[in-house]
């Protein structure tokens, strides 16, 4: 077992890791940019995970659709997990790895944008999402770890953390949600 400190070291290392990494934080630009896009075109964002990483969707989506830093119009932007009879549903009737894949053909159109998250890269109802998206004409953004998996091969935008451990890289991908929100934000409805 690691020591309260070590986890806050690792944390730490990791952030500094991220911001030595200019082509990762140049991504994090341009999807808020792409985000920016989409929105003005009349576009919508769907977010989609797995665990700790769907509260990170979740999280994302509510930045957008409530507010971040100041009061403005909501905007477009739902989590899939969110309806539990469609993700029960669907998994019962078809299998787990197509829940957002089907939300997805139901609801986006060319142009949106999904927000894929997974640590590893590599889940199955993830990257069935990132296939379906693409297909659509939806962008997709990739949150990932170190590696990528299949998911970042999928994706117009990879947002690669620099770790493998999950704890880290969702405690990035977090602030990373932060700081795009208010790019977002900033970008849509021009405060300071």
């Known amino acids: 077992m690691r020591s309260v400190e070590s986890i806050f070291r690792s944390t730490i290392d990791v952030k500094e890791a991220v911001l030595a990494d200019r082509e990762l934080l140049a991504t994090a630009t341009e999807i808020g940019r792409l ?14 995970g797995n665990g700790g990483s769907a509260a990170d969707a979740q999280h994302f989506a509510a930045e957008l659709s409530g ?20 993700v ?20 986006a159109r060319a142009g949106d944008v999904l927000v ?13 999402a990132a ?8 962008h997709v953004v990739a949150f990932t770890g170190a590696d990528g998996g299949r998911l970042a091969g999928l994706a117009d935008l990879a947002l690669r953390v620099p770790s493998t451990d999950t704890g880290r890289v969702q405690e990035s991908h977090v602030v990373f ?16």
């Not at 929100?181 to 409805?189: D, H, N």
């Open 177 to 192: 949600v932060h700081a795009i929100s208010e790019q977002v934000e900033f970008g849509l409805f021009g405060r300071g």
């Open 35 to 48: 985000l920016v896009d989409s929105y003005r075109a009349g576009g919508r964002a769907y977010f989609c």
């Open 116 to 128: 894929a998250l997974s640590t590893s890269g590599n889940s199955p109802s993830i990257v069935r």
């Open 88 to 107: 029960t549903a669907v998994a019962n009737d078809y299998d787990y790895a197509s829940v957002f894949a089907r939300a997805l053909q139901g609801s």
């Open 67 to 86: 507010h971040f830093v100041f009061d403005r119009p909501p905007l477009a932007a739902e989590a899939l997990h969110g309806n539990a009879s469609h």
């Open 131 to 138: 296939e379906t998206a693409r297909s659509l004409g939806v």
